[in-house]
């Protein structure tokens, strides 16, 4: 499995990634803006059991998902920092927007929600934008180098991290998929295409494919919202640049 938008992990904080060095870790190339392949690190997910996939052996990959409405104590609980994006899922789902219901609001299964009652069978990409935000989150609040080197990468990525927070501003628009994060990366130059597995596939044709892949990723994929309303929301898709 991986962040494709029809799979969702659902369950993606740091005590289910693996991470071994596997390489030696280079210098960054001062006269390139890439940022991505120095730290000779290998990162594995684990733990699928909340996650959402299609069985690739039906005509149609029928959705294989783990019903987290069987047990709303996931949602109750508030033993660990991951709680908080557990119920930012469940939250979009009942709300259709970019919300975080306390606690008490996640004691009824099968609420009713925008799209009818919450199933976790659907197709929901914005869970992997929550648990990126999350890590974005553990990753700088629990680094141990030197704290310009935090500041440096703070300032590199404040307007990427202003779509990507679950916390940001009603007018901020927010990524609807980890494939849209990837994009702005790319965009950004701070990875290749080059560096991307099938990027062709995964970020612009298969989502525009009467579209150029020579133009913006982002012009062709991000979501449009509508100027009048100030949705919080990440969906209704329609073309539109974040800046």
């Known amino acids: 499995m991986s962040l494709a938008d029809s799979q969702q992990h ?31 690190l290998e990162i594995t997910i684990l733990d ?25 104590s996931i949602f109750t609980s ?43 069978r659907e197709y929901n990409p914005y869970s992997n934008v929550l648990w990126l935000a999350y890590l974005y989150e553990y990753l700088t609040g629990n680094f141990q180098g030197e704290k310009k080197e935090l500041a440096r990468f703070r300032r590199t990525t404040a307007e990427f991290w202003s779509h990507l927070s679950p916390d940001a501003p009603p007018e901020v628009l927010s990524f609807p998929s980890a494939t849209q994060v990837i994009a702005y990366a790319v965009e950004a130059d701070w990875l290749s295409e080059a560096q991307l597995s099938g990027h062709k596939d995964s970020l612009c044709c298969s ?37």
């Open 207 to 243: 989502e525009a494919p009467d579209e150029s892949c020579n133009e913006s990723i982002i012009e062709a994929c991000i979501i449009e919202r509508d100027e009048a309303e100030l949705r919080r929301s990440p969906r209704r898709p329609r073309p539109r640049v974040l800046y």
């Open 10 to 40: 659902r369950d993606l904080h740091e005590g289910n990634l693996c991470i071994r060095q596997t390489g030696t870790p280079r210098a960054k190339d001062p006269s390139s803006p890439l940022h991505y392949g120095y730290s000779g």
């Open 78 to 120: 508030t033993h660990a920092p991951q709680c908080k994006v557990y119920r930012q899922m469940r939250s979009f789902l009942l709300e259709g927007d970019r919300v975080h219901l306390p606690p008490e609001r996640h004691r009824t299964p099968y609420e009713e929600g925008p799209d009818g009652p919450v199933s976790w």
């Open 48 to 72: 699928y059991g909340l996650s959402r996939a299609e069985d690739v052996s039906t005509e149609r990959g029928a959705p294989v998902a783990f019903d987290l409405e069987r047990d709303l």
